[in-house]
């Protein structure tokens, strides 16, 4: 390749480069150049690759191409690969649970409590600062390998990316909902059978913190299928599995469903106990200050071998022991 023809490479700033060429597949004759780089590089995504065609780090026989300007077979592509920092949050020693790993996947263990993403109020501390201590490669990546979250007060099982290509892979499982992910949830009320929750989530019309269940139309569609696993005199416990995967999704639902989820600070209503509750349980619900939701299995393909990766986490110890003070009480009640 005529060296006069190579990108330039800006002094100073935060990125790196990596030179990578390849010949265009006879197979892809016809296709648009966009097209034929996402087949010939599947480790970045397709916007990526777009963005690197216009700024002219991707080069088709040592010339600028348009996206959409066709192959026709046996050209030389080099694809000048930038290699970004993506994070600029502070890497901290805090410890967190690794469930699986390998060069390419995360799965964690998030406690309850743990923030994801620093943010107003919480630029330290997060599980992406524990993450860039872990890994400082991840810096590279966008949201530091973070492909899907689970609220502070949710505990369970994440899959974090470690590599572009297991980023862009996951991203795309996620979206086509390919990847299974199943909670325990505890409620208020008994429940008698399982069903579906099909009912799209915007934000609230007025709390601008919450979401709501909206018109059809005016949100995102929302699918949460749940089936009772145990049920109490006055409570029960459910597993949950998410169709899709929108903020706040479970606690929505639920709420929507007329079972908010014990402790929820958002959507459970206003606090009330059960009749001729034991002194036990009363305490328990009246200290339990966290939505009672966790995240226990996590499924997906990995995305550099294939293989099926099925992950559990225990359910924790405060719901443990939430759950065993119902038991109890329902034991001991009478009508």
Known sequence: MNPANTPDIPEGDDAEFELQEAAVPLSLAGKRFDQALAEMFPDFSRSRLTEWIKSGDALLDGQPARPRAPVRGGETVALNVRTEVETTALAEDIPFEIVYQDADVLVVNKPAGLVVHPGAGNPRGTLVNALLHFDPRMNELPRAGIVHRLDKDTSGLMVVARSLRSHSALVEQLSEREVHRQYVAVVVGPMIAGGTVNAPIGRHATDRVRQAVVKEGQGREAIT????????????????????????????????????????????????????????????????????????????????SGEKISTEAPIPADMQALIATLRADTAVYKP
């Open 225 to 304: 299928h749940y089936r009772v696993r145990e049920r109490f005199r006055a409570h029960t416990v459910l597993e949950c599995r998410l169709e899709t995967g929108r903020t706040h999704q479970i606690r929505v639902h639920m709420a929507y469903a007329k079972h908010p989820l014990i402790g929820d600070p958002l959507y459970g209503g206003s606090f009330k106990l059960p009749k001729a509750a034991t002194p036990e349980l009363v305490e328990m619900l009246r200290s339990f200050k966290r939505q009672a939701l966790h995240a226990e299995k996590l499924e997906f393909v990995h995305p550099v």
